[in-house]
């Protein structure tokens, strides 16, 4: 396992976040994670400490995360960087569903329309989430595959172990952090990104390039991360000290 993260200069970093299994411990549903006030205010202290520049970049979709984090409004990447909001009151950049992936998405509701699987449309994003139901994981994986093959090019299956996601293959949380290094007020800082999952080993890829450094929560493998914390409490501990120091300094 990576070392444990040092700590920040505020002054000088970006922080991204992933959400789920980083800043939030994982629920059977989609709709049923839990964002405590506290999580809540240390985000806002974040913002406050880092002159705005800090953003989640996620899998979820820019009005999820809206709803889960009200009234905190940060700036994000939803849908792996295919919606963006660069401002925290800003316009968000929609993604919208094709027809391919309506069709498809019928058809797998179908397919699972009497058990306990969740099927998320997120635009051009597919997610089936079989958390409540593993015994589904396989099939939902063989389903999304065998459409893969029938889809216009583009496209790339992601599987975890309590779900599967069809995406575009332009998803991708490292373009979305180089994005937002790009501009005020991220421009000229060191990007951090903090994440748990297979999909933010991109976005530990172009921060590692980005001269920042990457922290993976709960690594069970091999990982581009160069630094680890065990679990969402370890995650929600160091970002809390980064709170902190700084108060103290
Ligand atoms: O990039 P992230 O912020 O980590 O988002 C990844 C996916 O998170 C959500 O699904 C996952 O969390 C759910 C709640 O714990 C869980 O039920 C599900 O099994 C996980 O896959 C979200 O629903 C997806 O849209 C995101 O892509």
Not at 6 to 25: R, S, W, Y
Not at 118 to 127: F, Q
Not at 180 to 207: C, K, Q, Y
Not at 208 to 225: C, E, H, Y
């Amino acid at each position: 396992m990576p070392p444990p993260p040092p700590d920040l200069n505020p002054g000088d970093c970006a922080l991204f976040l992933d959400i789920d299994g980083t800043l939030l411990e994982h629920a059977a549903h989609p709709d049923a994670v839990v964002v405590s006030a506290n999580v809540r205010d240390l985000l806002a202290t974040l913002q406050h400490d880092l002159d705005g520049a800090l953003a989640f970049v996620t899998g979820r979709s820019i009005a999820t995360v809206d709803r889960l984090f009200a009234p905190l409004k940060l700036r994000t990447a939803g849908l792996y960087g295919l919606e963006h909001r660069l401002e925290p009151d800003g316009m968000v950049e929609l993604a919208d569903e094709p027809p391919d992936i309506t069709a498809l998405a019928e058809e797998i509701e179908a397919e699972f329309a009497q058990q306990d699987v969740h099927i998320e449309r997120k635009g051009p994003i597919l997610a089936i989430h079989t958390r409540a139901a593993p015994h589904l994981l396989a099939r939902s994986i063989a389903l999304v595959e065998e459409a893969l093959a029938r889809l216009p090019s583009g496209y790339r299956v992601l599987a975890g172990n309590a779900g599967v996601e069809l995406m575009p293959l332009e998803a991708a949380k490292g373009a979305a952090i180089r994005r937002f290094m790009a501009m005020a007020p991220f421009r000229g800082r060191h990007p951090v990104f903090l994440g748990d999952d297979t999909s933010d080993e991109n976005g530990f890829e172009a921060v590692n390039q980005g001269g920042g450094f990457s922290i993976r929560v709960k690594p069970d493998g091999v990982t581009l991360a160069r630094y680890a914390v065990t679990d969402v409490e370890g995650a929600l501990d160091w970002l809390g000290r980064q709170v902190e120091a700084r108060r103290k300094a």
